[in-house]
């Protein structure tokens, strides 16, 4: 059961207006030594869209820094050079820890904290202004690498020296990239989606999506979440 992953950045944003239109964000996160870690989320870190962003159920957010050299060589300049650690707006960085690597409801200890895991991030359309690619969202989505989050079981002080150590994986077979391939690739897997609906571990939303799909035999439409206000200009894909 033993895995400790070590943090290599906590990072923390204020709010800031997106690619020079109206919109905000607070996605420009800065590397700090600490903070306080509570049930909505780290001490000064802010969300620019509250229903969506950030909440107990996506407390924490943390992307993988081992897809950031696909992304340099599949996106387009100048959004390629954005693609370093902190970019995609996430809480914690580290080194060796992907959606392969991580399982719905993993219980973490991180510093005076106790953290689950509790969904991937489902993109949304706010990524194509943050790239300035108008389909970057949907990018994100094919490639089944989008991050994930946690809630925050016990609050408590955290910093950058802290590790994350794994206390408890009740679902060994459901890392999040099966989690991925069921929203987005085999999205009608009447198996899975019950096991989904299930898993009490699972953020509310996801359980209430995957009953949702059971009772319509539909997939639900995406479009709203990955494009918004921004147009469908082009297409793309981020490299296998």
């Given amino acids: 059961m033993a895995k ?3 943090i290599k950045q906590l990072r923390t944003g204020s709010l800031t207006r997106l690619a020079g239109t109206e919109t905000l964000t607070g996605i420009h996160k800065r590397d700090i030594e600490s903070a306080y870690l ?5 001490s000064d870190d802010q969300q620019g869209d509250k229903r969506h962003h950030g909440g107990p159920e996506k407390a924490l957010h ?6 950031y050299i696909r ?7 100048p959004a390629s050079a954005h693609c370093l650690p902190g970019a995609f707006g996430e809480n914690l960085v580290t ?7 991580v399982c719905a409801g993993d219980i973490y200890e991180f510093g005076e904290a106790i953290i689950q895991v509790s969904q991937p991030r489902q993109p949304c359309w706010r990524l194509n202004l943050r790239f300035g690619i108008p389909d970057m969202s949907r990018r994100l989505q094919r490639s089944l690498r989008t991050g994930w989050y946690y809630r925050v079981l016990q609050p408590g002080m955290v910093c950058k020296e802290d590790s994350l150590i794994l206390k408890e994986r009740p679902h060994e077979d459901w890392p999040l990239s099966r989690i991925l391939s069921v929203l987005y690739e085999n999205t009608m897997d009447k198996s899975a989606l ?3 609906a299930e898993m009490k571990e699972l953020s509310p939303n996801l359980r209430y999506l995957a009953k949702q799909r059971l009772e319509t035999q539909q997939v639900e439409n995406w479009e709203g979440r990955l494009f918004g206000p921004t147009p ?9």
């Fill in 4 to 6: 400790i992953i070590e």
């Fill in 194 to 196: 019950t096991n989904m």
């Fill in 71 to 77: 992304l340099q060589t599949s996106l387009p300049a």
């Fill in 38 to 42: 509570g049930e909505n989320g780290l």
């Fill in 232 to 240: 469908l200009k082009q297409g793309g894909a981020i490299g296998p």
């Fill in 95 to 101: 080194e060796g820890f992907t959606e392969s690597d």
């Fill in 62 to 67: 943390h992307f993988a820094s081992d897809h």
